[in-house]
């Protein structure tokens, strides 16, 4: 089961047909759909305190896009920004595609949609993987890192089906699922 799915242990404790036990079953179902994340790798100090040094005076962060989810895309980069802005709830995320407008380009996160091939995970910030076009089955891949230049400070590995496009609410919960996996302050195998 993937690690972001709720497990049903605890909830099964008298037979009989019960609504909490089958909307447990559904929500179990729900998963095989995603949105899914897991955390390849992570600084053993977190990530929280670099990202309070990348925008220590409130700028925003630099955001790189690779890659293309949807057919139509034309809004995605603006819908990524909305929504990864919201999902951080310890401290004020802002986020800009525009890498001369970053308070320091130094620090990055890096999306990289639909990889051909994920390449090596410690070596993907010097040489991150391209991005691929939209996948004939309803499915995308992803693969984030939180670089600080050529550094690997997190990786989030996630995966979402059956997302329509850039509005559509799985594929928010898949943005909100990675920034919160990728902003932590320690690892969470501690």
């Known amino acids: 089961m993937p690690p972001s799915c709720p497990t049903p242990a ?38 929280l305190e670099f990202l309070a040094s990348a925008t220590r005076g409130e700028g925003p962060l630099y955001l790189e896009i690779n890659g293309t989810p949807f057919a139509d895309g034309d809004t995605l980069d603006a819908r990524v920004v909305a929504v990864m802005e919201q999902a951080l709830q310890s401290r004020v995320l802002r986020l800009t595609t525009d890498r001369e407008a970053a308070e320091d380009p130094e620090f990055r996160l890096v999306l990289v949609f639909n990889p051909p091939n994920s390449g090596e995970l ?3 910030c010097r040489r991150q993987p391209a991005g691929g076009p939209p996948q004939p089955e309803p499915r995308i891949d992803l693969r984030a890192g939180f670089c600080r230049g050529d550094d690997l400070l997190a990786a989030v590995d996630g995966w979402v089906e059956e997302a329509d496009g850039p509005e ?14 990728i902003f932590t302050r320690r690892r969470r195998d501690e």
């Open 10 to 47: 605890g909830r099964y404790r008298r037979p009989g047909f019960r609504p909490a036990a089958l909307a447990a079953l559904l929500g179990l179902a729900a998963c095989d759909e995603g949105p899914a994340t897991v955390t390849p790798y992570m600084h053993a100090n977190g990530t």
């Open 168 to 181: 559509d609410e799985r594929f928010d919960q898949l943005m909100h699922q990675v920034i919160r996996d």
């Open 122 to 124: 410690l070596a993907f």
